[in-house]
């Protein structure tokens, strides 16, 4: 069974960091499209950042609204992925999902079309 577990949301002010980890069981990361996803409280979700390996190689693609901003990486070893999100602004403020999506091409309007995703944890930057 896929699990995906999210951590590592909190309430930041605006310039803050925050790291979010996504910790799977039941599915292994690698060399598969993995990805975050935010929905904020009467918006669509938007699809932030996705990662994908070939192997040797990883290949991101990140949302324009946080290009520069954030970063994502994943820890095959640990079956982990991570979103480092740098700068934080009040509109990055929503409810963050990890995500994996048999969608290709890997990018940010794909992993909005998730085969799995965690329960989410709740990021808020206050101004």
């Known amino acids: 069974q896929v699990q995906l577990v999210e951590s590592g949301g909190g309430s930041v002010q605006s310039g803050g960091s925050l790291r979010l980890s996504c910790a799977a069981s039941g599915y292994t990361i690698r060399r598969d499209c993995m990805g975050w996803f935010r929905q904020a409280p009467g918006k669509e979700r938007e699809g932030v950042a996705t990662?994908?390996?070939?192997?040797?190689?990883?290949?991101?693609s990140y949302a324009d609204s946080v290009k520069g901003r954030f970063t994502i990486s994943q820890d095959n070893a640990k079956n982990t992925l991570y979103l480092q999100m740098n700068s934080l602004k009040p509109e990055d403020t929503a409810m963050y999902y990890c995500a994996a999506t048999l969608k290709r091409p890997c990018t940010v309007e794909k992993i909005t079309q998730f085969s799995a995703r965690g329960q989410g944890t709740q990021v808020t930057v206050s101004s």
């Open positions: 990662i994908i390996g070939d192997g040797s190689t990883s290949y991101a």
